[in-house]
DNA sequence: CGTGAATTTGAGCCCGCTCAAAGTTCGTGG
DNA sequence: CCACGAACTTTGAGCGGGCTCAAATTCACG
């Protein structure tokens, strides 16, 4: 599959794709948490087939796009996990998100309709392609449409000043507990065990989303572990005190 | 005037400071800068006065907004200079950026309807009031707003992404670097000497922003200036080697 | 000109990084 | 099915950049 979406000439992939997925997202099950939040269902109908062109599957491991591609459409995932990330000129990568079902890919591109950074599979995923142009005229017709694209960019500058007091004022220890609250989070809004994470990112890709290294994250997690905060298998980790992660946030430094 | 502001009815207020201050985007000299950038002539003065409602007045130290305010309206910066701030469960302050003429305030409230930072005025600033409400009506009417809205949300979170690199993966030299790069930049782009800088945020403040100490920040510009990369004389910086100043940043470690 | 805030400078320390090695998991091919 | 290897994770030891604490100095403002 995936040697076959690098063949195909892109145009032809996804018209073919697009037959073959039954894109809707009145009957998508992601209805609640992506862009289409608020819309009735006259309006989802209305515009069905016209907001997502297309669908795309990305393999594990495989680049979504990359900086300084043409920034003509965004992505909502639909199933997997992503990460996003940036370059300095020396080369170092910052990771800039992690992105699940339901969330946008590549709204920073919107401005210079470039974009900004790389996104990379981080598991087998499938996203909606949605083309700006299409995307813009929407809005035009549903203000609802129009208030969620709003509502959807101005969370994301949120998310970025919260990542800014993490990076730019937390300790290790109050970073890695705001990340797996974080997770945890967002996990729970999509009906998913709130205390049991899968992490779908190496230690390495936490540290570089936090400003730590991969060892620092490591020792972290299991100085929680010590703690009777969670437990550690590898990438799945058991909150089993999410109020003392918590506490951690609020400045204690107890046992 | 502070005292007349903060006791009128604020409506009351508002209205009689509008009629004042003539607001018109079309006369206005940061059309070039500001929100209405791509607008033509005839769409300008179609919106006229709808677009701004009023202006107001902000003293230097006082307070635009509070994160919980009601976000209802953002701000575009007529003169002046402002820093916003997120808090911290235990009290930190983060500076999430600094606000120049034509750039806009208050983004980040539309997702939840209330602010989630501090604006504040680091010198005598004037703003215009942009009721939210207004502004997706207006988006409506005219595509070239609409598409500007959309790029300016778009950049706010690439401006995120590169605060995040900065505070995520940058030593204190480079982080003071590109700090003072962007203010060159975007005092440029308005006109101003981008080599002679007046600071209007204090070393502290700049930390804060950047991550790190007063202290360091202070050290900092100390080294640069033995290197003969600029001259400080308090929060005057006069960079008298752009291209040295850029090498920081491209990881040279030279003098 | 006096007062208080901001900045600079110094000295010492600590958190997180670097370097290194051992242990674990997982994919791959025999 | 097992053996091997590569990548990831954990753990340890030592170092260093930036922080903390403190004092001297300069500047802004009344």
Redesign the pocket.
Same mark, same amino acid.
Do not use: W, Y
């Given at each position: 599959m995936k040697s076959l979406q690098n063949s195909l000439n892109p145009q032809l992939f996804r018209s073919l794709h697009a037959a073959a997925c039954q894109v809707q997202c009145s009957s998508c099950n992601l209805r609640e948490i992506c862009l289409p939040v608020g819309l009735t269902r006259e309006e989802l109908e209305r515009i069905e087939h016209r907001l997502v062109a297309s669908r795309r599957k990305v393999a594990r491991g495989e680049t979504l796009f990359r900086a300084g591609d043409r920034a003509d459409a965004v992505f909502a995932v639909r199933t997997g996990f992503f990460k996003t990330f940036a370059r300095s000129q020396q080369g170092n990568e910052q990771i800039t998100g992690f992105q699940m079902a339901g969330e946008l890919i590549g709204l920073s591109g919107i401005d210079s309709g470039l974009h900004e950074v790389d996104a990379v599979a981080l598991e087998d995923s499938q996203v909606c392609v949605i083309p700006l142009a299409e995307l813009e005229a929407l809005e035009r017709e549903l203000p609802a449409l129009q208030a969620r694209l709003h509502r959807i960019m101005s969370h994301e500058i949120a998310v970025g000043h919260e990542a800014m007091l993490q990076l730019g004022s937390?300790?290790? /220890? /109050?970073?890695v507990a705001a990340f797996l609250l974080n997770l945890m989070h967002r996990l729970g809004a999509r009906g998913f065990s709130a205390t049991s994470l899968l *992490?779908r990112? #190496? @230690?390495? +890709?936490? $540290?570089t989303f936090l $400003? *730590?290294?991969? +060892?620092? &994250? #490591?020792?972290? *997690?299991?100085g929680f !572990?010590a703690k009777g905060l969670l437990v &550690?298998? !590898? @990438?799945l980790i058991e909150v089993t005190d999410p109020a003392g992660l918590q506490r951690v946030l609020g400045g204690a430094d107890a046992d």
């Amino acid at each position: 599959m995936k040697s076959l979406q690098n063949s195909l000439n892109p145009q032809l992939f996804r018209s073919l794709h697009a037959a073959a997925c039954q894109v809707q997202c009145s009957s998508c099950n992601l209805r609640e948490i992506c862009l289409p939040v608020g819309l009735t269902r006259e309006e989802l109908e209305r515009i069905e087939h016209r907001l997502v062109a297309s669908r795309r599957k990305v393999a594990r491991g495989e680049t979504l796009f990359r900086a300084g591609d043409r920034a003509d459409a965004v992505f909502a995932v639909r199933t997997g996990f992503f990460k996003t990330f940036a370059r300095s000129q020396q080369g170092n990568e910052q990771i800039t998100g992690f992105q699940m079902a339901g969330e946008l890919i590549g709204l920073s591109g919107i401005d210079s309709g470039l974009h900004e950074v790389d996104a990379v599979a981080l598991e087998d995923s499938q996203v909606c392609v949605i083309p700006l142009a299409e995307l813009e005229a929407l809005e035009r017709e549903l203000p609802a449409l129009q208030a969620r694209l709003h509502r959807i960019m101005s969370h994301e500058i949120a998310v970025g000043h919260e990542a800014m007091l993490q990076l730019g004022s937390m300790h290790a /220890e /109050e970073r890695v507990a705001a990340f797996l609250l974080n997770l945890m989070h967002r996990l729970g809004a999509r009906g998913f065990s709130a205390t049991s994470l899968l *992490l779908r990112m #190496s @230690r390495d +890709e936490m $540290g570089t989303f936090l $400003g *730590l290294t991969a +060892e620092t &994250v #490591s020792r972290t *997690l299991t100085g929680f !572990q010590a703690k009777g905060l969670l437990v &550690v298998r !590898q @990438r799945l980790i058991e909150v089993t005190d999410p109020a003392g992660l918590q506490r951690v946030l609020g400045g204690a430094d107890a046992d």
